[in-house]
């Protein structure tokens, strides 16, 4: 929901003052330009693994402090989709926590390197450089809808850079780089044979970097999450003040 009360940016303040004191390495990946005052559809944060579970303690802290609790609305491999529902009022803020970037286990966009060049907005908060917003965004629309929706490619045409071929480097060819800012550029939306032959570049690229059982494993990992939840338990920690009931709505 959209959020524009004093409670709400005082909350989002409070929350990225502490991640800043806790040394936590994120970036909000879009829709920071409102931001403490004003939240869109929802906050969506990239975060380093190895400070994850660091991560959800301070969060679930200050939530609390706020009146807000924590529940789960949807986890897969690495990505915790949460509400934090207000006790007094009902009101939600929702928070998208990314650790990593896979399609079906394929990884396609590294997030150490997105947080190792992440830049500051304002005094509060850090922000996804433009290079990576964009490719994020894009390779989320290509990936998973196989299009790209007509009310992104305005937001996405206004922060293309020079470096616009950076973050696609590590698992795509240059070749397919320059398809890529083709379809970004032109009118066509639909795009499944792209989408379809990055796929197919993804697993040679990721059996490359992680050799060919590390591919297959992570694939394995994603459908057990996807269809028998596994891992999910680890989330249920009562350092984190979050139920076997709250995990219910994954």
């Not at 800043?20 to 409102?34: C, D």
């Not at 009022?89 to 079906?104: E, L, N, P, R």
């Not at 850090?126 to 917003?133: D, G, T």
């Not at 066509?188 to 990721?206: A, I, K, Q, T």
């Amino acid at each position: 929901m959209t959020g524009s009360s004093l409670g709400v940016a005082s909350f989002v303040r409070e929350l990225f003052l502490t991640l800043n004191q806790g040394q936590i390495k994120y970036a909000v990946l879009r829709g920071y330009e409102g931001l403490p005052e004003v939240i869109g559809n929802d906050i969506d944060l990239g975060v380093c693994g190895d400070q994850l579970d660091r991560f959800l303690v301070l969060l679930r802290g200050v939530a609390s402090q706020h009146g807000y609790r924590c529940e789960i609305d949807l986890y897969r491999q690495n990505v915790l989709k949460m509400r934090l529902v207000g006790s007094a009022d009902g009101s939600v803020i929702k928070v998208d926590v990314w650790w990593a970037f896979k399609y079906c286990g394929l990884e396609y966009l590294d997030i150490r390197e997105l947080l190792s060049s992440r830049q500051p907005y304002g005094e509060l908060l850090f922000v996804a450089r433009p290079e990576h917003e964009v490719a994020l965004s894009f390779l989320k629309e290509l990936l998973h809808m196989k299009r790209i929706r007509e009310d992104k490619l305005p937001v996405l045409r206004a922060k293309q850079n020079a470096r616009f071929e950076e973050p696609f480097k590590r698992f795509f060819r240059p070749a397919l780089i320059s398809r890529f800012e083709r379809a970004l550029n032109q009118e066509r939306l639909s795009r499944p044979v792209l989408s379809w032959v990055s796929v197919l570049e993804l697993g040679f690229s990721n059996a490359k970097a992680y050799g060919p059982i590390g591919a297959i494993l992570s694939i394995s990992e994603c459908l057990l999450i996807r269809f028998f939840e596994k891992g999910k338990s680890r989330f249920s920690s009562i350092n984190l003040g979050i139920s076997e009931s709250d995990l219910g709505h994954g």
